[in-house]
């Protein structure tokens, strides 16, 4: 009998300022263009691997129930990467629990899939670098690549496997955070993965939106370096609304908003024409994400819970990279 164990591995989830929409390779995730986004502390994922002689199948458990289909074959990606590193053939057991909700445009894929790849290189004892990590955990899902770094955060396209990988941008160590307004957060009928393909394929604004990404890129890493809410918070709303309009023009044409999404950009409008100076971003979701200081998001989340239930509104800060948990966090529920 062989068996190797993992810590338990927290990643924190990361919302894109420049968004990442479209693959050059679906098989090796490779963007179509390089996106920058900021790690939070609100939203994450914890994960414990094990392999073991005696398990005849891989298996994943998402917060108590046994997972199959979609969510189990990403899992696989990435356990047949690390085992083929480290050269072993047994099967793993994969317990997480998300404390995100899956698939609604908050980034769930991106801390499940970036504590997967800590917890597996892990146990078996890989010593990957940071960078190596991001490129495992590109593997199973784009945005993962960037949840190995705390603050802001930039993935470069790259041309290959080796060169497609984020790298730590600034470590956000100022007053900027995000207000999430949760206004859905049931699984989304259009995928990312799917939305991407079709928008890549068939848009017509899709060419659009690469001649204008490298000039986004160049104004995001300014208005970071500068530490200025006003300018990173302008362009990331620009960003965001150029990528909802791609989708526009794929055939079938679909949206991430809901009329309740509409209502929240409304508000912030208002909100900034009042003199707040706060913003906007979005993803494949309905949820909107304001941008601001943390002290004005303070006040904005009091005064939008005139809308929303408390509940709803979910304040976060610059978060940290893949973290390794003491030994008495989950000592209750770790796999023996």
């Not at 445009?105 to 970036?114: M, P």
């Not at 590109?138 to 497609?164: C, L, M, N, Q």
Request: with cysteine; net charge negative; hydrophobic share 40%.
């Amino acid at each position: 009998m062989t068996t190797y164990t993992s810590s338990w591995i927290r990643a924190y989830t990361n919302i894109a300022l420049i968004k990442y929409w479209g693959k050059a390779d679906e098989a090796l995730k490779l963007p179509k263009n390089n996106s920058i986004s900021l790690t939070l502390d609100s939203f994450y994922t914890d994960t414990y691997v094990q392999f073991d002689s005696r398990f005849t199948t891989d298996t994943l458990t998402i917060d108590g129930q046994e997972q199959s289909g979609a969510a189990l074959k990403k899992a696989k990606i990435i356990l047949d990467l690390v085992r083929e590193i480290a050269q072993v053939d047994y099967n793993a057991k994969i317990t997480s629990l998300n404390y995100v909700p899956t698939a609604a445009g908050l980034a769930s894929s991106a801390s499940g899939l970036a504590a997967l790849a800590g917890a597996a290189s892990n146990a078996l004892e890989l010593n990957l670098s940071d960078a190596e990590l991001s490129r495992l955990a590109r593997r199973g899902s784009g945005s993962a690549s960037r949840s190995i770094f705390g603050g802001f955060v930039e993935w470069e396209k790259g041309h290959s496997d080796v060169t497609s990988v984020a790298k730590p941008l600034d470590d956000a160590h100022w007053d900027i955070g995000m207000l999430f307004i949760i206004l859905d957060s049931r699984q989304k009928a259009v995928s990312s993965s799917e939305g991407m393909s079709r928008t890549v394929a068939t848009s017509v604004f899709y060419p659009a939106w690469l001649e204008t990404i490298e000039l986004d890129l160049a104004d995001m890493r300014q208005a970071i370096k500068d530490q200025s809410i006003q300018q990173v918070g302008e362009i990331a709303e620009r960003n965001a609304l150029k990528m909802h309009g791609t989708n526009l023009g794929a055939n079938p044409p679909f949206t991430y908003w809901s009329a309740e999404s509409l209502r929240a950009m409304e508000h912030v409008r208002q909100l900034r024409q009042e003199g707040h100076n706060i913003y906007f971003t979005m993803d494949a979701g309905p949820n909107v994400k304001l941008i601001g200081t943390c002290q004005e998001l303070k006040e904005i989340k009091e005064h939008l819970s005139k809308y929303y239930d408390p509940a709803q509104l979910i304040l976060a800060q610059p978060g940290p990279g893949l973290t390794v948990l003491p030994e008495h966090v989950h000592a209750d529920i770790t796999p023996n």
